[in-house]
C-alpha cells in the first residue's frame, strides 16, 4: 500500500508526461481509461493502490482531470 500523498504527486505528474505521448488530436480530451492502460504498461499501476474514502480509482482520476484541467467533466 502506498501513500496517499506520494501517489496524488505521482498520478499528477504522469498524467501530464502521458499527455505529451498523444497525438495533437488526443490531447483536447483525454481519456481516463487510457491513461490508467498507459500505467500498466509502464508499470505504474501501483499508484493506484492507496487508501481512500471515496476509492482510490475516484480520487486518482480527480488528480487527473485536474492536472490536465478537466475538472469541467466532474
Partial sequence: MNKKSECEQ????????????????????PSWSA????????HYSHYLNFR????????????FDDALGQNWRR
Fill in 10 to 29: 505521482a498520478i499528477r505528474s504522469l498524467a501530464r508526461e502521458w499527455l505529451e505521448t498523444l497525438p495533437e488530436t488526443a490531447r483536447e480530451h
Fill in 52 to 63: 481512500s474514502v471515496a476509492g482510490a480509482d475516484y480520487d486518482a482520476e480527480a488528480w
Fill in 35 to 42: 491513461f490508467k492502460i498507459w500505467l500498466g504498461e509502464k
